[in-house]
């Protein structure tokens, strides 16, 4: 059974950094690739970036420049590190993980959610 | 990034009744579109890929269409556990982006 679940703290101050980890079971790192997401009621559903099973990643270029995304796959964890906060940045992240279909692996169409970790920004 | 406009922003339908929900890509998207379904306080969940594929588990009264810049959702004889925002996502273009939801709600 596959499962993401974030996990992290829920009060944040404006200008540190956020530190998210998403723990999975049901499947290898090395295989999939995990994504962080958030949603916001002011930018609604926002693709943050991507680490993939070979351990690459890429980032919304809006963020890059903040975003950082790891992983330790003896743990089945990734790692979601963003910098500079502000209070725009309060938001649920959910970590989401892309589906084979038919032999075709489609890395963005997001199949399996972990519950989301709500996150305040406070200034 | 591409524009993902969807509409309505929100609708009241009846038990039973047909519900069609649109979205609008800003450029050709070449059917590289998912549907998910987010209710109160969960998380979102797949419903259609590829403009039309049913995702597993998924009830029939869902589907999809479209093609081009055009897409729908249309849910067939509503139920009330369909009561949830709907989600457009485009992965044809990289960053994947979102439409900005259809929130149903029962009359």
């Known amino acids: 059974q596959v499962q993401l679940k974030e996990s992290g703290p829920v009060l944040v101050q404006a200008s540190e950094t956020l530190s998210l980890t998403c723990t999975v079971s049901?499947?290898?790192?090395?295989?999939?690739?995990v994504i962080w997401v958030r949603q916001s009621p002011g930018k609604g559903l926002e693709w943050m970036g991507i680490i993939w099973g070979d351990g690459n990643t890429d980032y919304n270029s809006a963020l890059k420049s903040r975003l950082s995304i790891n992983r330790d796959t003896s743990k089945s964890q990734v790692f979601l590190k963003m910098n500079s906060l502000q209070t725009d940045d309060t938001a649920i992240y959910y970590c989401?993980?892309?589906?084979?279909?038919?032999?075709?692996?489609?890395?963005?169409?997001?199949?399996?959610w972990g519950q989301g970790a709500s996150v305040t920004v406070s200034s | 990034d591409i524009r993902m406009t969807q509409s309505p922003a929100s609708l009241s339908a009846s038990l039973g009744e047909t519900v069609n929900i649109e979205c609008l890509a800003s450029?050709?998207?070449?059917?590289?579109l998912a549907w998910y379904q987010q209710k109160p306080g969960k998380s979102p969940q797949l419903l259609i890929y590829n403009a039309n594929s049913l995702q597993n588990g998924v009830p029939s009264r869902f589907s999809g269409s479209g093609s081009g810049t055009q897409y729908s959702l249309k849910i067939n004889s509503l139920q009330s556990e369909d009561v949830a925002t709907y989600f457009c996502?485009?992965?044809?273009?990289?960053?994947?982006?979102f439409g900005g939801g259809t929130k149903l709600e029962l009359k």
């Open positions: 049901g499947f290898s790192l090395t295989n999939y690739g």
């Open positions: 989401t993980r892309g589906e084979y279909y038919d032999g075709t692996y489609y890395p963005y169409v997001m199949d399996a």
């Open positions: 996502q485009q992965y044809n273009n990289y960053p994947p982006t």
């Open positions: 450029e050709d998207i070449y059917s590289d």
